[in-house]
């Protein structure tokens, strides 16, 4: 079952998410939630174009034009949901507590998983600066209409949060006192809303085109996950282990 946030909780998330969370963090996952629904809808709806790479109408430089303006507007939502988050009280008011939306790159390639390089990812929040541990949430963010003609890329950003939220990741030897994220999320932005046809706008999105690579994530990794959608009105969110087991 999904779920749906109740802004008058803005510190509280209003059903017991993740098992085991830490108060500090399900407070932060709540800030983040909230800084999500202050985005309004101009940050998600105006691209005018948008070419499915499988049409026997598409074009390179079409769907090269398309790609463009979803990474554009994937970027500006970006942009405004850092200013959003670190807007919020947890964030503003507490000494410490630092949102990244551009890792620095020294602080990633010191870190392997299975002996490979890890992925950059779109946004983290942890505490203090140029440290690996006090690590608390990992975020990735794509459009709909871009996993689903690449569903590829979905896989791959899921992968990445369940690397960093992963104890068995570890750093360089140069590298101390490493510790994984304690929390992943992913969220997809979708533009339309259609009352008219649910299936538009529900967790089916991502579960549809989950690989089974990552259906067979292991339990302790797909509680730590948590995939999200958000229509510039609406968020709707649930753990990966639980839309798993629900497929």
């Not at 950059?120 to 689903?148: A, W």
């Not at 140069?174 to 992913?186: N, T």
């Amino acid at each position: 079952m999904a779920f749906d946030l109740d802004m008058e909780k803005s510190y509280k998330i209003n059903v017991p998410l993740v098992e085991g969370l830490d108060e500090t963090s399900e407070k932060l996952l709540s800030s983040l939630f909230v800084a999500i629904k202050n985005i309004g809808t101009d940050y998600i709806r105006y691209v005018h174009h948008n070419e499915n790479p499988k049409s026997k109408s598409a074009t390179k430089a079409s769907i090269e034009r398309s790609n463009d303006e979803i990474s554009h507007v994937e970027r500006v939502f970006a942009y405004e949901l850092y200013r959003q988050w670190c807007d919020q009280n947890i964030i503003r008011n507490t000494p410490g507590f630092i949102i990244n939306a551009e890792i620095p790159k020294q602080l990633i390639d010191n870190l392997y998983h299975d002996g490979e390089r890890l992925y950059y990812p779109d946004m983290v929040l942890h505490f203090g600066q140029n440290t690996y541990n006090s690590n608390y949430i990992i975020c990735e963010i794509k459009r709909k209409e871009y996993v689903e003609s690449y569903p590829e890329k979905l896989n791959e950003d899921i992968k990445k949060l369940c690397i960093y939220v992963d104890e068995n990741t570890k750093p360089k030897a140069d590298v101390q006192d490493w510790e994984p994220y304690k929390l992943g999320v992913f969220l997809m932005t979708v533009k339309e809303i259609n009352e008219q046809k649910e299936e538009k706008y529900s967790l089916e999105l991502i579960t549809k085109l989950l690989n089974q690579d990552i259906l067979s994530t292991k339990e302790t990794l797909s509680k730590k996950i948590i995939c999200a959608i958000y229509n510039g009105n609406d968020l709707r969110y649930d753990t990966l282990f639980n839309m798993i087991n629900e497929r």
